[in-house]
């Protein structure tokens, strides 16, 4: 994992995409990772197409981005994600030996039989590694720096904690960031332009960061200027950026 470059998201489903559930994955994948120190570069949702899926595994996989996959990978028509990634890597799906004896175990606890679309559940691109399922213990898997989920919330986000836990460690907290805002209410983002390019050429390694709001019967326009970045180097910014600020006669507000 030494040329780890980004962490990535991909969501899939048409029922995401046709609107008939909403994604819930985004927002709590966001949390887990800023509980550790990390953030996703990107995400993309995708549906039941496994040309498409085929072909955006097949480029992250050549990449360095850890990819987090949700859905897509039981065994009904509709599901592909199994089949794309074994494609994308140029490998064959294989039933992995663990993923037999969690779902032979799940199945003895249920007393039902273990057939053939069962233990489907548990092929995977050969060289893959099992991610364990708390939910149902039908689980996921991992291939390279890959790491693929159901879509099911319940199951799928203790996954993701999981594969953070064991496999990036190392990643949680390196670089420690914070953020900075305030509210300038009636403010325009075209006033604000210059502040912000000259904040950005004078604190380098700092985001500078804006947020406008036409208001509401409730609240006044506004804009939420910020910075973002490395703790001492961000407030320093921030402090120079609100005395501008304050100078310009600007009427200003807490975030």
Same mark, same amino acid.
């Given at each position: 994992?030494?040329?780890?470059?980004?962490?990535?998201?991909?969501?899939?489903?048409?029922?995401? *995409?046709?609107?008939?559930?909403?994604?819930?994955?985004?927002?709590?994948?966001?949390? %887990?990772? $800023?509980?550790?120190?990390?953030?996703?570069?990107?995400?993309?949702?995708?549906?039941?197409?496994?040309?498409?899926?085929?072909?955006?595994?097949?480029?992250?996989?050549?990449?360095?981005?850890? =990819?987090?996959?949700?859905?897509?990978?039981?065994?009904?028509?509709?599901?592909?994600?199994?089949?794309?990634?074994?494609?994308?890597?140029?490998?064959?799906? /294989?039933? #992995?030996?663990?993923?037999?004896?969690?779902?032979?175990?799940? *199945?003895? /606890?249920?007393?039902?039989?273990?057939?053939?679309?069962?233990?489907?559940?548990?092929?995977?691109?050969?060289?893959?590694?099992? %991610? &364990?399922? &708390?939910?149902?213990?039908?689980?996921?898997?991992?291939?390279? #720096? #890959?790491?693929?989920? &159901? @879509?099911?919330?319940? *199951? +799928?986000?203790?996954?993701? /904690?999981?594969?953070?836990?064991?496999?990036?460690?190392?990643?949680?907290?390196?670089?420690?960031?914070?953020?900075? $805002?305030?509210?300038?209410?009636?403010?325009? /983002?075209?006033?604000?332009?210059?502040?912000?390019?000259? %904040?950005?050429?004078?604190?380098?390694?700092?985001? =500078?960061?804006?947020?406008?709001?036409?208001?509401?019967?409730? %609240?006044?326009?506004?804009?939420?200027?910020?910075?973002? @970045?490395?703790?001492?180097? +961000?407030?320093? $910014?921030?402090? $120079? *950026?609100?005395?501008?600020?304050?100078?310009?006669?600007?009427?200003?507000?807490?975030?």
């Amino acid at each position: 994992m030494d040329k780890l470059t980004g962490w990535g998201a991909i969501i899939v489903g048409d029922e995401i *995409m046709r609107g008939k559930r909403q994604d819930k994955h985004f927002g709590r994948a966001v949390e %887990i990772m $800023a509980a550790r120190g990390l953030h996703l570069d990107w995400v993309q949702y995708l549906g039941d197409d496994r040309a498409r899926l085929t072909d955006t595994l097949r480029r992250t996989l050549a990449g360095n981005d850890v =990819v987090f996959s949700f859905g897509g990978i039981g065994v009904t028509p509709d599901d592909h994600t199994r089949q794309a990634a074994a494609a994308a890597a140029g490998v064959l799906l /294989e039933l #992995h030996p663990e993923a037999e004896r969690e779902i032979r175990a799940r *199945m003895a /606890e249920l007393r039902q039989e273990v057939t053939p679309a069962r233990l489907e559940l548990g092929s995977f691109p050969a060289g893959s590694r099992i %991610i &364990p399922n &708390p939910f149902n213990r039908i689980p996921g898997f991992s291939f390279a #720096h #890959h790491h693929f989920f &159901p @879509g099911f919330p319940q *199951m +799928a986000w203790p996954m993701l /904690e999981w594969a953070l836990d064991t496999h990036y460690r190392e990643f949680f907290h390196r670089n420690a960031e914070a953020e900075f $805002a305030l509210i300038i209410w009636e403010g325009l /983002e075209g006033q604000l332009l210059d502040l912000m390019r000259r %904040i950005e050429a004078e604190f380098a390694g700092v985001t =500078v960061f804006s947020l406008p709001s036409f208001g509401s019967d409730t %609240i006044r326009r506004h804009v939420e200027l910020g910075v973002r @970045g490395a703790p001492a180097l +961000a407030e320093a $910014a921030f402090a $120079a *950026m609100r005395a501008e600020l304050e100078r310009r006669g600007l009427d200003l507000g807490a975030k």
